[in-house]
């Protein structure tokens, strides 16, 4: 099965600072790339996305990249904010609208 | 317009006992997905229905089961519960063949076992 790894597991910046995870997946068949953002107790909810066709997406200040040769794609976040702090998931799958095979997280805590 | 909506919102049972979680999904939305998310780890695939039918299952015994109904609303039932099966459980639901073929989840039902 697919083995999905994040680094770092945690990560503090300072606000305005910039935040960059990085998500390595093993099958080479996904093609469908998100990033996911839970806040304490509640809901994972669907930050940005990537399709396999795609290298790059940007969101003001959010953007993911792909490099689906070495099989890793990653989250950066820019201007940093105290809003920012939660806990951030990649969920590469085969399909978007299917099976979602998460990472185990990466804390981001963004001090002012 | 509603988003995913789960019920309950807190449960608890003792271990042996048997549980059920609904979800309801986005309208027009006829995919549903169930995850498992035990404190401080990332969600764990369970089931996938689409269109009423299973779709995928995910590494877990088979005392989890699940059912999805004409108007696309969805059960997970859990048998025999276990310590081990205290969690959050989130409920996805996309649709095939759109721009929203994306996942949107519920708030979950957190299910405490003691």
């Known amino acids: 099965g697919e083995n999905v790894e994040q680094h770092p597991s945690t990560l503090s910046v300072q606000e305005g600072d910039s935040a960059v995870i990085k998500c390595t997946y093993s099958?080479?068949?996904?093609?469908?790339f998100p990033w996911y953002k839970q806040e304490l107790g509640k809901r994972p909810q669907l930050i940005i996305d990537?399709?396999?066709?795609?290298g790059e997406k940007k969101d003001q200040r959010i953007a993911v990249t792909l490099n689906k040769t070495a099989k890793h794609f990653s989250l950066h976040i820019t201007e940093t904010q105290p809003e920012d702090s939660a806990v951030y998931f990649c969920?590469?799958?085969?399909?978007?609208?299917?099976?979602?095979?998460f990472g185990a997280g990466t804390q981001v805590v963004v001090t002012p | 317009d509603a988003g995913v909506t789960q019920s309950p919102t807190h449960l608890i049972k003792t271990r042996g006992q048997h549980v059920t979680l609904r979800c309801s999904p986005i309208?027009?939305?006829?995919?549903v997905s169930w995850y498992q998310q035990v404190l401080g780890q990332g969600p764990q695939f369970i089931f996938q229905?689409?269109?009423?039918?299973?779709?995928g299952r995910g590494n877990f015994p088979d005392r989890f089961s699940a059912r999805q109904f004409p108007n696309y609303s969805s059960e997970l039932n859990v048998n025999a519960l276990l310590l081990g099966d205290s969690a959050l459980y989130l409920c996805?639901?996309?649709?095939?063949?759109?721009?929203?073929?994306?996942?949107?989840f519920g708030p979950g039902t957190r299910l405490l076992v003691l």
């Open positions: 996805a639901s996309s649709s095939k063949g759109t721009r929203e073929e994306t996942q949107y």
């Open positions: 099958d080479s068949a996904s093609n469908y």
């Open positions: 990537i399709r396999s066709n795609v």
């Open positions: 969920a590469p799958s085969t399909d978007s609208w299917g099976k979602l095979q």
């Open positions: 309208s027009g939305h006829k995919s």
């Open positions: 229905y689409y269109e009423k039918e299973e779709r």
